[in-house]
Structure formats: structure tokens, C-alpha cells
């Protein structure tokens, strides 16, 4: 135990490369693709003159080979049913990058024209699939024992990370008899029923079983003989007997392939949850992976994975290149233009260019809690320091609840951490297991990344020599260190052209631009104006639709905002007042009606209308009945009277709905009430002058009731559920809806849009929990923290 007490100070240092911004996810479309499938066609066309035995022979000879690789054959087995859903899926996702070769096998009659797929003669689809699984390794042999040198016996719902499986079988020799799999022995109700002597084993078919060439070699004359003397309806007992009888060789008895090749126990919702597991990260093939949907979400995560390995793997080139060019006596500030002798730069691309591999002196920092260098005591990064609650000096309420954002980042640091500490577990002979982080700091360095120091308590398992268990704990130091920016060029279609910014007009110009911003990033440069209201490209109406019920005084503020920014600025907009005629406050119905016939007077050009409307206030029907006037193809925005907004908001709308596609929620910053500000800015405008920090308001990041979207996204989403009563629901009932459907939601902070100070009313007949949280509501939306606290320190005696 001391020795590993002395240990724990070692620092453990992770890379991780982070990514701003969006990245582009690139498909690889292999070319031999299409020529597979054509030959395939052809094989298929005439099938009906040419015998069974010619058809697979052009199989074989066919172009199938994913890579010019002999490493490895894949036989999958599949059935008739699943040819076009599971056999597809996994033709186009991992069985493309077999290093080798991939057939899938079925029943007699399957057929596809775009895998290559065999119906094996006399074959029917029953379970269990022994006669397929036996017959599929005798074809496997006939007709490829000398070109391969692994054979892989795969399902249909397996996933295979092929470069890892790569990897294992290249360090295996394959000229022994091999029988790599999951060893099982049975349940404990099988037990004894499986007809299994005591050491014997067989490898488990669902992960996958892999037979060495010379193994298939001993069994392949032996098949029928095995086929003929099953003992149980077990497929994969009996090839394990049929192997262990004739190649003379068990399935691996390992520990580790529980690991490698991981089954999960939970059928159907195996791997259709949380990826980010341990088992997955760790696993080189997976199963069951039972739908479609699910092999290609698991395919998208590995791929992710893969990027993020090779981010890392370039970081890590960046700081050689670096710590090897000091040695040459050049700095870091110097990278960029060095040569490496006379005339050959060391970095050939300048930033800006195509091939521009980022900045070498932000990116070839060395790894160290000092490469963040303070320029003056205001610029000392902090520590917030984590334990069961996050303390943090930025609120003014310093101890709060870990959010989620951190959670996941420190999940995800502490696997990594872990998988570290184990990678040679093997070897030494010993395992360690986390159990929990006693606590912890962190800090965002803004220019490299995220610093985290860790207090770990693990358990420390030693299984060879000297068995023990202890916990211990390990300090470990992270950095996190941001890769570089990245920016995503998105090629606008016809129907969404209103959003185009002029300056992208042809493509040319476009790029042009792009290469701009990303030369003006390089150089530390402000970015060039791409949206910018006074521009005319803006040829799309934004239709208002503002629910009224009272509240004269401030829709006058409101008819003031959209006076000023809407009509006198000629924007491209028409407002639909949904009024409703409250007997109760009939005099502001009367005095808001006579406003908007006013305005209409003032600007018979300006598109303002009214509907009026004879019942109980519902926010969500008044948006019901605004939206019924209005064409398909119109964009609508929802809005509240107490919001004020401004040009640059009109403009975030246009840009970012869009019509089938993408739905806008903006997050409106909401004001406290005016009592605890100070009232410097004019409501009807917003100027500079309003501080949108937390003394003086707040972002509602709960709010879905100020939305644009087009009419029949609108109606295809099913609108608004009119049948909720009360206040303020039906927004969340329709956001869930768009969540639910295919539609893109933009949901982000709008300074744009605010949303002035108005007193939330509780009725006192609301049952208790709802009482509760209207005045909690109440109380929330009141004043900063800052300002109710004083407030309190004041007025303390009264509160006794
Ligand atoms: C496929 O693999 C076989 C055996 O290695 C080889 O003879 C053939 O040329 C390969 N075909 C292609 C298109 O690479
Ligand atoms: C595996 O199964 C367990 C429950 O049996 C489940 O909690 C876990 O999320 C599953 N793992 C994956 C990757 O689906
Ligand atoms: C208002 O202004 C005064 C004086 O400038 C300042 O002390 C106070 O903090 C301000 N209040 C808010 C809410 O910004
Ligand atoms: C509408 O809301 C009511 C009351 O909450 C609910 O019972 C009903 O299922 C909802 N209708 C739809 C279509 O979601």
C-alpha cells in the first residue's frame, strides 16, 4: 500500500482535443462500392438461366474486397427477413472498412441487390441457425481458406470496430489453431444440460467467434460429421465441440474477451441509450445491436471517437514539432515563419490557406499548470473548487449545484483518467476501479483549455502474486486542451435564399469570404460584418402575432418599439393584434383598439390588423387564431407585449428559421423590476446603455413562448394544444412536439428581444404546490440577488 501511496502524486496528464465550433463530418464513399453492387445486379439479372453454383462463383470473383487487404474473412450470417434491414446496415456502416472481405449468407431464396449476399442451397431460415452457421463456414473454407487468413462468424446484429479487431489479429499468429471468442459454459440451468465436460468451454456466437485459418482448416473435412451428431440446439455449443474434436483447441479462456468482445444483457435496449460507457469505449465488437437506427447512432459515436483520437494525435505532433524546434534554438512566437533549412518553411501553408494546420504556437504549448502566463493581477485565472456542490467566486451565491455541462466533462475526464491508469493493468497484474472524486479545481484557461485537479478514491485490486484489495487515492492533473477553431461553410439551397448574405453570392465569392474569416481569426483580426441590417436581403415578411387581453399601457410601449423599428425603417413586417374583449377591463379593449386604428390612419402602408375575440384569455388559442389567417408559406412570430426588440433580432428570426427544416426559440433577456435598476435607457429602444448582466435582469432560459416558425411547420407540428387551461404550458407542450419531431430547433440567447419588468399575479385560489411556485416565480423574476439581498439586510426587523 505505500508503495502505491508514494505513487500517487505522479501526474497524470490527458490531452484531449476539444472542439470549437462545428465540425464537418466527412462520408468516405469508397469507389469500389457501385461496382460492387452493379456486378452484383448482373450476377442477380440471370440468375434464373445461370445455375446456383454459377451465381456464386461470380460472387466470388467478384470485385467484393473492401481493401486490398487478406487479412480477414467476415461470414454473416443473416436471415431472409433482415436482408434489407440489419444485413444493409451492417454492409454500409463497419463492414465497409473490413480489412478483407465481408459476405453475408442467408436461406436459400434471400436476395438483395445491394449486399453481397449468399442463399446457401437447401437452407432454410429456422432457429437455431446450425445448418446455416456449418454450412457458411464450409463455403468459407472451400472457397477462401488460402486468400484469408481469419475467419470471423458474425450475426447480423453485432458491431464491429474493425481497425481495433485489425489490430488484435496481426498481433496473433494465424498459422495455429486459433478460437478467439466470449468463452461461456452455459447458465447454471443449462449447466449439465450442454453436454460440456467439466474444462470444457465454447466460444459464445453472439459477440462474434473468430477461427484462425489453420482452425477452419482441421474442422472444414469433419463438418458433416458434426452437423450429424449435434447434442444440443445450441449453434455455438457445437461448433465449439466440432472445434474442440477436431481442431483440437478450446475457445480462448481469457477474462479479457469478456471486455473485447461485450455483450450487453439487456437485449433490445442494449446500446440504444448513453454511449459513453466504459464498456463501449473498450469493446472492439458489440452486441446485439437489434435496429437499424441504433447500429447507425453507435456507427456516428465510433466515428466521433476516431476523430477525436486523431485531434489528440496531431496535438501531440504540435508540441514534438515545438519542444524540437526550442532545441534548435527557436522560439515558439517564431514557428510559424521558421525554416527548416534555407527556402523550406516549416509550415508551408500560411493560416487562412486549405491546408493550414492551425496555430503551431497555441497549438505546440507544452503540457503544464503554467502555460497560462498572467500578465497582471487582474488576469490571475481562478479555481472553483468541486465537491458535492461547485464553489465558485463568479456567482454571487457561491456554492451551487454541479450543472450538468461539468458533470459530463468530469464523467468523461475521469473514464479517460481511468483507462489510463489501466492500460497496462495486464501486465502489472492488478486493476483500478474508480469509486467517487473526494474533490476537486478547476479553472477555463480562455486561450488553451480547461485545468483540472482531481482527488480520486479508487479501488486498488491486485490479482497475480500477492492478492489484495485496498482503496486508495490518486491525484491526478488534467488539462483539457482546446484543438482549433473550425468552420463550417453551408451551402444555402434555393428556398432558403431570403437568408443569404449578400456578400456569399456565388460561390467563388463565397469562398473567398471564408478564407477571409478564417486569415482574420489567425491574425487576431475583428471578423468582417456578414449580417448586417441595412442591407437589403431581407425580402422576407415576419408576420407579429401578439396575443392582447388588457395591458393598454404597455402595448402602447409596444406599438412605440414597433413603431420605430418596424414601420418608420420600412422593415419587411405586418403585426396581427389577437385583442380579446374583456368585460373586466373593457376600457383598455376600447383604448387598445382605438392605437392600432390610429397607427393604421398614421401608415395605411404599414399592414397592422386586429382580430377581436369574444372569450376567456388563453395564450395559446390567441396564437391559435393568429395563425389561422395566415398562407403556408408565411413566417410567423410569436411575441409577448412586454417585449421590446430591436432591428438585429429581425434579422436573427430570418436567419434562423427556416421552412421544413429549422424552428427559432430565442431566449429572451428578462428585466428586473425597474425598482432595483437604474432607469438610464428608454424602454421603446434598446441602447447600448442596458447592461445585459445579471444585476440587471436575467436570460429565461425556460421560456418556449417567443418562437418564429413557418405556418405549416406550425400546423404539421400540431399547432398548439388549445386544451390546456391556465398559463403557460402550451409552449412547453409544443416545444416537446418539435423535440420529438425532425425539425431543427435554434434555441440561444437574443439581446435582441427583452423583456420588460411586469409583476407575475398569484391567485390565491390555486392549490398549494402551484401557489408555491407562482410566488417562487414571483420572487425570482423580482431583483438580483445582489439587490434582495441588501434589500434584506435593510428591512431585516421586518421579516422576523
Ligand atoms: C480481390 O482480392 C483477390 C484476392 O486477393 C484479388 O485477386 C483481386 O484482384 C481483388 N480484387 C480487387 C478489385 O481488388
Ligand atoms: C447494458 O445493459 C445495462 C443494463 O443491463 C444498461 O444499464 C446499459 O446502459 C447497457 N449498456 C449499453 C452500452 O447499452
Ligand atoms: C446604479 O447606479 C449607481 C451609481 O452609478 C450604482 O452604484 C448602482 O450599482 C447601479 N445599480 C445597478 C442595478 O446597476
Ligand atoms: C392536450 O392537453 C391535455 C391536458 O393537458 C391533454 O390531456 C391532452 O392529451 C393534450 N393533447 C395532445 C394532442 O397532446
Known amino acids: 500500500m505505500s508503495r502505491i501511496m508514494a505513487r500517487k502524486r505522479k501526474v497524470v496528464n490527458i490531452f484531449l482535443g476539444a472542439i470549437i465550433g462545428v465540425l464537418i463530418t466527412t462520408v468516405f464513399k469508397r469507389n469500389t462500392e457501385t461496382s460492387i453492387n452493379s456486378e452484383i445486379c448482373e450476377a442477380r439479372t440471370d440468375v434464373n438461366l445461370k445455375t446456383t453454383y454459377e451465381h456464386l462463383e461470380s460472387i466470388k470473383n467478384s470485385a467484393i474486397n473492401n481493401s486490398n487487404n487478406n487479412l480477414l474473412f467476415v461470414g454473416v450470417m443473416t436471415a431472409a427477413k433482415y436482408v434489407n434491414s440489419r444485413a444493409k446496415t451492417v454492409y454500409k456502416t463497419w463492414g465497409k472498412n473490413v480489412p478483407g472481405k465481408i459476405i453475408f449468407f442467408s436461406s436459400e431464396f434471400s436476395y438483395s441487390n445491394e449486399i453481397p449476399l449468399i442463399g446457401l442451397p437447401g437452407i432454410d431460415d429456422s432457429y437455431p441457425p446450425q445448418r446455416k452457421s456449418f454450412t457458411m463456414l464450409k ?14 462468424r458474425a450475426d447480423d446484429d453485432v458491431y464491429v470496430r474493425t481497425d481495433r479487431l485489425e489490430a488484435l489479429l496481426r498481433s496473433v499468429d494465424s498459422r495455429k489453431p486459433w478460437f478467439i471468442g466470449q468463452t461461456g459454459r452455459g447458465n447454471n440451468d443449462e449447466f449439465g444440460l450442454l453436454s460440456l465436460e467439466e474444462n470444457e468451454n465454447f466460444c459464445m456466437g453472439g459477440p462474434g467467434v473468430i477461427l484462425s485459418r489453420e482452425t477452419l482448416r482441421r474442422i472444414a473435412p469433419h463438418i458433416d460429421k458434426c452437423l450429424g451428431n449435434l447434442y444440443t440446439t445450441h449453434e455455438d455449443v457445437e461448433l465449439g465441440r466440432c472445434v474442440r474434436k477436431y481442431a483440437g483447441v478450446p475457445c480462448t479462456w481469457s477474462y479479457e474477451m469478456q471486455v473485447i468482445l461485450y455483450h450487453n444483457q ?5 446500446f440504444a441509450g448513453d454511449l459513453k460507457q466504459k464498456e463501449v469505449h473498450r469493446a472492439i465488437t458489440m452486441h446485439p445491436v437489434k435496429h437499424p437506427q441504433h447500429m447507425y447512432r453507435l456507427h456516428n459515436y465510433v466515428k466521433g471517437l476516431t476523430i477525436q483520437e486523431k485531434q489528440q494525435e496531431c496535438i501531440g505532433l504540435h508540441r514534438d514539432i515545438s519542444s524540437s524546434m526550442s532545441y534548435l534554438g527557436v522560439q515558439s512566437d517564431q514557428l510559424l515563419t521558421a525554416e527548416l533549412i534555407a527556402d523550406v518553411a516549416l509550415y508551408p501553408e500560411p493560416s487562412g490557406s486549405e491546408n493550414y494546420l492551425g496555430d503551431p504556437e497555441l497549438l505546440g504549448t507544452p503540457v503544464s499548470l503554467n502555460r497560462f502566463q498572467y500578465k497582471d493581477l487582474e488576469g490571475v485565472l481562478d479555481w472553483e473548487l468541486i465537491s458535492k456542490s461547485l464553489y465558485s467566486y463568479k456567482d454571487l451565491n457561491p456554492r451551487k449545484r454541479i450543472g450538468s455541462a461539468l458533470k459530463e466533462g ?15 493493468s495486464k501486465q502489472r497484474g492488478r486493476i483500478i476501479d474508480f469509486k467517487e472524486i473526494l474533490y476537486g479545481y478547476w479553472r477555463l484557461d480562455p486561450l488553451h483549455g480547461v485545468d483540472l485537479i482531481l482527488d480520486m478514491s479508487l479501488t486498488y485490486k491486485k490479482y497475480r502474486g500477492h492478492k489484495m484489495t485496498v482503496p486508495v487515492r490518486r491525484h491526478a492533473y488534467i488539462q483539457q486542451t482546446f484543438a482549433d477553431t473550425k468552420i463550417r461553410e453551408v451551402i444555402l439551397n434555393e428556398e432558403e435564399s431570403f437568408s443569404k448574405p449578400k456578400i456569399s453570392d456565388g460561390s467563388l465569392q463565397q469562398k473567398t469570404f471564408i478564407n477571409d474569416v478564417i486569415a482574420r481569426i489567425g491574425e487576431n483580426l475583428p471578423l468582417p460584418v456578414v449580417f448586417n441590417s441595412k442591407t437589403n436581403m431581407n425580402n422576407k415578411y415576419i408576420n407579429f402575432i401578439l396575443p392582447l387581453s388588457g395591458r393598454y399601457e404597455t402595448f402602447k410601449r409596444f406599438m412605440k418599439t414597433y413603431e420605430n423599428i418596424c414601420i418608420i425603417e420600412q422593415e419587411l413586417t405586418r403585426l396581427l393584434v389577437v385583442l380579446y374583449r374583456n368585460e373586466d377591463i373593457l376600457e383598455d379593449f376600447s383604448r387598445s383598439l382605438d392605437l392600432v386604428k ?27 387564431h393568429g395563425a389561422d389567417i395566415y398562407r403556408n408559406n408565411d413566417l410567423l412570430f410569436f411575441i409577448d407585449v412586454d417585449i421590446v426588440f430591436n432591428h438585429k433580432s429581425l434579422l436573427r428570426i430570418r436567419h434562423n428559421t427556416i421552412q421544413h427544416k429549422q424552428i427559432y426559440f430565442p431566449i429572451v433577456y428578462s428585466l428586473y423590476n425597474s425598482r432595483f435598476l437604474n432607469k438610464s435607457f428608454e424602454y421603446t429602444s434598446l441602447n447600448n446603455e442596458l447592461n445585459l448582466d445579471n444585476r440587471n435582469g436575467f436570460w429565461r432560459q425556460f421560456g418556449f413562448g417567443i418562437a418564429s416558425m413557418y405556418k405549416n411547420d406550425f400546423e404539421d407540428l400540431g399547432g398548439f394544444n388549445t386544451s390546456i387551461a391556465g398559463w403557460g404550458l402550451e409552449d412547453v407542450a409544443f416545444y416537446d412536439n418539435v423535440i420529438k419531431s425532425s425539425m431543427k430547433i435554434i434555441r440561444s440567447v437574443d439581446p435582441g428581444l427583452v423583456h420588460v419588468y411586469h409583476p407575475v399575479e398569484c391567485d390565491t385560489n390555486l392549490v398549494q404546490a402551484q401557489k408555491d411556485m407562482c410566488i417562487g416565480t414571483k420572487a425570482n423574476i423580482l431583483g438580483s440577488l445582489y439587490d434582495l439581498q441588501n434589500l434584506y439586510k435593510k428591512y431585516k426587523y421586518l421579516f422576523r
Open 410 to 424: 468530469l464523467t468523461d475526464i475521469v473514464r479517460e483518467v481511468m483507462e489510463l491508469i489501466n492500460l497496462y
Open 598 to 624: 390610429l397607427i393604421q390612419k398614421k401608415y395605411p402602408q404599414s399592414e397592422i390588423t386586429y382580430k377581436i375575440i369574444d372569450e376567456t384569455f388563453s395564450r395559446g388559442k390567441a396564437l391559435q
Open 139 to 152: 463455403h468459407m473454407h472451400d472457397n477462401y481458406i488460402d486468400r484469408y487468413e481469419w475467419f470471423l
Open 266 to 270: 439487456s437485449g433490445d435496449a442494449a
